[in-house]
Nanobody
């Protein structure tokens, strides 16, 4: 059974930083890519950042470019999201997700439908 577990969320003032982590287990082959999503109260889930497992190339939502950095440690099956210069609008539940089938290759955006495995989420709250 594939499992993804996030950690590192918390409360921070605007302008502060947080580093989220996700540990993956339960599959024998590497993922095609992994990504971070977020969902605020009453909002749809938004793709934040994506990283291709094989080459390490990344994609970001426009709203976080220059502030967030996605990274991975494949030997440890770990995924990270370094979040700097946090804003109140970044407040959301953040989810780690894995694409094992390569569907993301065909998508110009980071789409929830391309990711078959999800963590339980970790809450990030940014106050003014």
């Amino acid at each position: 059974q594939v499992q993804l577990v996030e950690s590192g969320g918390g409360s921070v003032q605007a302008g502060g930083s947080l580093n989220l982590s996700c540990v993956a287990s339960g599959y024998s082959y590497e993922t095609y890519c992994m990504a971070w999503f977020r969902q605020g109260p009453g909002e749809e889930r938004e793709g934040v950042a994506l990283i291709y497992t094989g080459n390490g190339r990344t994609r970001y939502a426009d709203s976080v470019k220059g502030r967030f950095t996605i990274s991975q440690d494949n030997a440890k099956n770990m995924l990270y999201l370094q979040m700097n210069t946090l804003k109140p609008e970044d407040t959301a539940m953040y989810y780690c997700a894995a694409d094992l089938m390569g569907g993301s290759w065909y998508s110009p955006t980071i789409r929830s439908a391309d990711f078959g495995y999800w963590g339980q989420g970790t809450q990030v709250t940014v106050s003014s």
